[in-house]
């Protein structure tokens, strides 16, 4: 075979106060990394709590530039149908059509604001890829420009075009062992926060600090991580196979 294939599965646990260690949740994922450098990234994610219940499937195309190609979306919300769509990048324009019992038949465009650093998709294992994207020797912090088909906390709204911006911090390397194994990583914080990084904003309402923990490599892999604030989430690498 030309490409190359990874696929693995994260837990999600709480932690928060009497919920310390309770499953909330996981994440199944595949990347295929192509002989052209293109990347598609295929996830299934589903949450218990908190109420209401959310599953989320995705399929998402990355040039060999790491910029979005594609975005295919369905979401089910307490185990209803919320909606399904689609995203297009063709390097200046947004394009969306989607459906939801909410909304109605929906079609979006929306011309980007340049230069774009992805599409946010919500899967976690996204979150981790997107940075592994950035010249973290170059920087140690970067304000990413991205677009996302829900602005909620939990992506659990109908599909459509929202733009965010948010901050990310490079905060060293460290050697993390978790069930998967052990592995090097860069760990990293998104932060929502214009105080810290001028510019963040559109994720309906400030989002807690996000801590990150990607393989010190070119994959880009999530191995850990967690939000803090009102979530007290932990997500951990459980299963990998390359």
């Not at 969306?96 to 998709?121: K, M, N």
């Not at 976690?124 to 920087?139: C, E, F, N, P, R």
Request: proline content about 5%; some cysteine.
């Amino acid at each position: 075979m030309k490409h190359r294939i990874i696929e693995g599965r994260l837990e999600y646990t709480s932690r928060k106060k009497g919920m310390e260690g309770q499953n909330r949740g996981f994440e199944t994922f595949m990347f295929t990394h192509h002989s052209d450098g293109k990347v598609t990234m295929r996830t299934h994610c589903e949450i218990y709590e908190p109420e209401p219940t959310v599953m989320r499937d995705i399929i998402y195309a990355m040039d060999e530039n790491d910029q979005p190609m594609d975005l295919h979306v369905r979401l089910t919300v307490g185990d209803a149908f919320m909606g399904s769509g689609w995203l297009r990048f063709d390097g200046e324009m947004i394009e969306c059509e989607s459906y939801g019992p909410s909304i109605g038949r929906l079609s979006q465009q929306v011309q980007a604001e340049l230069p774009l650093d992805g599409f946010g998709t919500h899967p976690i294992v996204s979150d981790g890829y997107m940075l592994s994207t950035k010249d973290w020797d170059a920087s140690d912090r970067y304000l990413l420009n991205c677009y996302l088909p829900s602005p909620d906390h939990r992506g659990a709204t109908p599909p459509q075009i929202a733009q965010v911006k948010i901050g990310a911090l490079y905060l060293g390397k460290e050697e993390i062992t978790v069930k998967a194994g052990t592995f090097q990583c860069k760990h990293l914080q998104f932060v929502d926060d214009s105080s810290i990084i001028p510019g963040t904003g559109g994720m309906a309402g400030e989002h807690p600090p996000y801590d990150v923990w990607i393989t010190d490599d070119d994959d880009g892999i999530f191995v850990q991580g967690g939000v803090g604030g009102y979530m007290m989430t932990w997500y951990e690498l459980v299963e990998l196979k390359r």
